[in-house]
T-cell receptor, first 119, second 115 residues
Framework: GAVVSQHPSRVICKSGTSVKIECRSL??????MFWYRQFPKQSLMLMAT?????????EQGVEKDKFLINHASLTLSTLTVTSAHPEDSSFYIC???????????????FGPGTRLTVL | AQKVTQAQTEISVVEKEDVTLDCVYE???????LFWYKQPPSGELVFLIR??????QNEISGRYSWNFQKSTSSFNFTITASQVVDSAVYFC????????????FGTGTKLQVIP
């Protein structure tokens, strides 16, 4: 299967600061990346869909000015949590689909996740 | 709208027992994909299987098997001879076909395999 990495795996920050999370596809070209948020013992909640080179599409209820997404290349998407507050503490997971060797990769492959704690 | 229901919140089995995780879905699409993912305590989601809606053949992969019943909109997952390493949360998911579609996840079933 395809490999997706995320960095950092864990971050603790003070309230009011901004945090950037990187999502990279290591062995395929990620045309589309998805960002999810997961609260403890709950399912994944899709936050936004980002296509390479274009603006992200946010799900209803997700603040686009708070969760900035950039997908500038076929291997990298970033999620920036701006002016983070304790309620933003969560597990953030990215996934990617795209092409590998000219073949479409429809299955979403997930990164290992980033655990954000805002103090 | 698409919906995935995993009615079993938590299941505990003793090692070597067989266990089936249920998944029922709702969609108005005539073609769609179904998935199962495993999320161990480390948090990373591990892809297990993708099934296209037109392929109703059951699949077996080692100790894992999947039973797709389109007539009842179910896509159940069975682990045979469970092992402690199978302990995880398992998510069933559904997406449309065509291009790169977002995935709708079920609420997950936490499986605990007791040694």
């Amino acid at each position: 299967g395809a490999v997706v990495s995320q960095h950092p795996s864990r971050v603790i920050c003070k309230s009011g600061t901004s945090v950037k999370i990187e999502c990279r596809s290591l062995d395929f070209q990620a045309t589309t990346m998805f960002w999810y948020r997961q609260f403890p013992k709950q399912s994944l909640m899709l936050m936004a869909t980002s296509n390479e080179g274009s603006k992200a599409t946010y799900e209803q209820g997700v603040e686009k000015d708070k969760f900035l997404i950039n997908h500038a290349s076929l291997t990298l998407s970033t999620l920036t949590v701006t002016s983070a507050h304790p309620e933003d503490s969560s597990f953030y997971i990215c996934s990617a689909v795209g092409t590998s060797g000219g073949l479409a990769v429809h299955t979403q492959y997930f990164g290992p996740g980033t655990r954000l704690t805002v103090l | 709208a698409q919906k995935v229901t995993q009615a079993q919140t938590e299941i505990s089995v003793v090692e070597k027992e067989d266990v089936t995780l249920d998944c029922v879905y709702e969609t108005r699409d005539t073609t769609y994909y179904l998935f199962w993912y495993k999320q161990p305590p480390s948090g990373e989601l591990v892809f297990l299987i993708r099934r296209n809606s037109f392929d109703e053949q059951n699949e077996i992969s080692g100790r894992y098997s999947w039973n797709f019943q389109k007539s009842t909109s179910s896509f159940n997952f069975t682990i045979t001879a469970s092992q402690v390493v199978d302990s995880a949360v398992y998510f069933c998911a559904l997406s449309r076909t065509g291009g790169y579609q977002k995935v709708t996840f079920g609420t997950g079933t936490k499986l605990q395999v007791i040694p």
